[in-house]
């Protein structure tokens, strides 16, 4: 069992930039893949990016790449997620995912936790 808990949303303007935060608990933190994805109101949950185990290796959504970036630390047991060049269109809630598998998952479904979710506003 894994719980996770986000920290860090807030409201920042167009070109700003924020770093979001997930703790997890348990000891098997660096046994998980670890996701962030986003849903806008009345959107689907979409995939945002992602990072392998040992941290290695990240991917991310074509809409954030470049402008966003995921890491980790397993003695803190902790994703973060750094957010730049943000937009209006990047307005969600964003929520980090873990997944006991080897690879990344771009899809809802492939994760087997979630937290509860952060509030990102980017005003124009």
């Known amino acids: 069992q894994v719980q996770l808990v986000e920290s860090g949303g807030g409201s920042v303007q167009a070109g700003g930039s924020l770093r979001v935060s997930c703790a997890a608990s348990g000891r098997t933190f660096s046994s998980y893949v670890m996701g962030w994805f986003r849903q806008a109101p009345g959107k689907e949950r979409e995939f945002v990016a992602g990072i392998n185990r040992d941290g290695g290796r990240t991917y991310f959504s074509d809409s954030v790449k470049f402008r966003f970036a995921i890491s980790r630390d397993n003695a803190k047991n902790t994703v973060y997620l750094q957010m730049t060049s943000l937009k209006p269109e990047d307005t969600a809630v964003y929520y980090c995912?873990?997944?006991?598998?080897?690879?990344?998952?771009?899809?809802?479904?492939?994760?087997?936790?979630w937290g509860q979710g952060t509030q990102v506003t980017v005003s124009s």
């Open positions: 995912a873990a997944r006991y598998a080897m690879l990344i998952g771009t899809t809802p479904t492939q994760y087997d936790y």
